[in-house]
């Protein structure tokens, strides 16, 4: 990979970033909402506060944030704060940062993306080249059938019928939420334990409805290989089976399928920030439905642009890394 090469990935990566900032900036500007006064008239009715002290402290706040400003001022601040790597503050949950309410939900939102794509990615790929490979047991080849028809279930369908049969009419695993309800979060191994069973229904949810994607690309790439002429050869020499699966086949056929995994980022984090909501989980998918829900556009930019820029620094990685894992495209 040459020098050139990286420095134009990188002006890509600004580039989209800049992009997904522009975007993000105008799209809530369109409600009507204003979420400083709702704010205000939220703790003046539960507080007492008068219309003529609400106005007063609706403007302070508004000149606090900018946003007696005229738009295009505000944009270029919006980027320029963004240049220095300053996300802002809420508007709704004054005075935490919007940094500090990503790194609060950000270990949830990892750690069960991580999990879920990595299963999903394995078996699916595992699934998927057994199926295509003839010389595999009938019934370990029909084992993908069931997770291809599932592809075509979106994953909040899943949730919900794992939610009322699982959760709700068996009872065998919570609801929801990231703990039990009365425990003090701690480092103790019981509570791994107890987080680890909230967790289960909406992995399941995620890696039941990535699989078959995995399986279909998977088994298109290992019916092609087949009759590719090192496979014949391979087969001559009399190399076993396994021998020939796992070096000649499995190999070349997931090249295609890490290229494949960048390009499946947007859409895993997207599903899961939905499923974590429904899941009542405090990832960021929990902090940005509310955030939506009171219009508090800071925490929106923030998060929306971090979820852009680390899935477009991740499809950077796997592009840079691609020319090693396979030498034809390096020397291309």
Partial sequence: MSLRRIVQRLLFLILVVWAASTITFFVPRISPKNPIRERFDQLARTGGFSPGDVQKMVEAMSKKFGLEKPLWQQYFDYVGSIARFDLGVSLNQFPKTVGELITESLPWTITLLIVTTILSFVIGNLLGAV???????????????????????PPVLLALFLLFFVAFRLKLLPLGSAYSTGVVPNWSFSFFLDVLRHQILPAISLILSGVGGWVLSMRGMGVTIQGEDYVNF???????????????????AMLPQITG????????????????????????????????????????????????????SLMMIVELMYPLLDPRVRES
Avoid at 131 to 153: E, I, K
């Fill in 234 to 252: 391979a087969e001559h020499k009399g190399l076993s089976g396994y021998t020939i699966f796992r070096n000649y086949y499995l190999r070349n």
């Fill in 131 to 153: 199926a295509a490979w003839p010389r595999a047991p009938s019934w370990l080849r029909s084992v993908a059938t069931p997770f291809v028809l599932l592809q075509g279930v």
């Fill in 261 to 312: 995994l960048a390009l499946a980022l947007g859409s895993i984090v997207t599903s899961q920030l939905v499923i974590e909501q429904m899941f009542g989980l405090p990832g960021l998918g929990s902090v940005l439905d509310a955030a939506i829900r009171s219009n508090d556009f800071l925490v929106i930019y923030g998060i929306v642009l971090f979820i852009v820029i680390t899935v477009a």
